[in-house]
């Protein structure tokens, strides 16, 4: 093998070691069974979320009142990821 293959084939591990870590700390992160709120608990008769709902020992809710304004970390690392829950959970939530 030459010098180039193994460098190639060392930085697609990194790449796909990094990816799979992201992908598996969003499941760890979040609670993927419900909504994670905005203070409108609903607009026309939908939910209103920024996506699942972040575990508590990650994340806690706005001041304790049972909702998130949407500027808590885990909305922003995991943008991607909270927005495909949304379209996959398109009839509980709506996107903000």
């Known amino acids: 093998m030459s010098k180039i293959h193994q460098s190639i084939k060392f930085i697609v ?39 699942p709902k972040p575990r508590e020992w990650f994340c806690s809710d706005y001041m304790g009142y049972g909702y998130y304004t949407g ?10 990821l909270c927005k495909m829950w949304l379209k996959w959970n398109d009839d509980l939530s709506l996107r903000l």
Do not use: M, N, Q
Not at 13 to 42: K, N, W
Not at 71 to 80: H, L, R, T
């Open 13 to 51: 591990a990194v790449v796909a070691a990094i990816v799979g870590l992201y992908l598996l700390s969003f499941l760890f992160i979040f609670d993927l069974t419900r909504p994670g709120c905005a203070e409108a608990d609903s607009f026309r008769g939908k939910l209103a979320a920024y996506g």
């Open 71 to 80: 500027y808590e970390w885990p909305f922003y690392a995991y943008s991607p």
